[in-house]
T-cell receptor, first 112, second 112 residues
């Protein structure tokens, strides 16, 4: 039973570029949440998707957008990248009926 | 303002010692989760506590949820080098598989 998978594992971009990160949830899970973890900090909630819709959003600008597909996988898009967007981006999946979220290994994004 | 305060921020001990780390908040959570994260990896779920006053044991790790569901502690007995990592607590509010609010974590180093 595969856990949460994310791609790519690492990514280097320059300021102003756009990036798309991908997440496949754990088998049987229907909800995907995205988090940003800056160095030395705990993860910060970006948004959560269920039934292909954004259910809840954290304190992140509109440059951060997402999508969920019918197979429950998800994408995180960030436009007009800033240096401060450099972080580990984590995807977590869960069942809508349960509280426990399971995290993927993350995508390390470096913006130069 | 950090909703969940973790202490200590850093902890370095010798193998065989006992330790306790704390997670405190002024807010009530419907559940609280503890994770361990290793460098460059996603957080791995250790336990979820739901009921005020609940105590859960996972081998040498003992987790307690405060009676008022505002705080939690993690006690490790006879720490081993394999326990080294960043310990994160995360609270969930609303009881609807909402976003997780994380603390900044306690970075534990167990020296052989």
């Amino acid at each position: 039973d595969a856990g949460v998978t994310q791609s790519p594992t690492h990514l280097i971009k320059t300021r102003g570029q756009q990036v798309t990160l991908r997440c496949s949830p754990k088998s049987g899970h229907d909800t995907v949440s995205w988090y940003q973890q800056a160095l030395g900090q705990g993860p910060q909630f970006i948004f959560q998707y269920y039934e292909e819709e954004e259910r809840q959003r954290g304190n992140f600008p509109d440059r951060f957008s997402g999508h969920q597909f019918p197979n429950y996988s998800s994408e995180l898009n960030v436009n007009a990248l800033l240096l401060g967007d450099s972080a580990l981006y984590l995807c977590a999946s869960s069942r809508i009926t349960e509280e426990t979220q399971y995290f993927g290994p993350g995508t390390r994004l470096l913006v130069l | 303002t950090q909703l969940l305060e973790q202490s200590p921020q850093f902890l370095s001990i010798q193998e065989g010692e006992n330790l306790t780390v704390y997670c405190n908040s002024s807010s009530v959570f419907s559940s609280l989760q503890w994770y361990r994260q290793e460098p460059g990896e996603g957080p791995v779920l250790l336990v979820t506590v739901v009921t005020g006053g609940e105590v859960k044991k996972l081998k040498r790790l003992t987790f307690q949820f405060g009676d008022a569901r505002k705080d939690s502690s993690l006690h490790i007995t006879a720490a081993q080098p394999g326990d080294t990592g960043l310990y994160l607590c995360a609270g969930e509010r609303g009881g609807s598989n909402y976003k997780l609010t994380f603390g900044k974590g306690t970075l534990l180093t167990v020296n052989p």
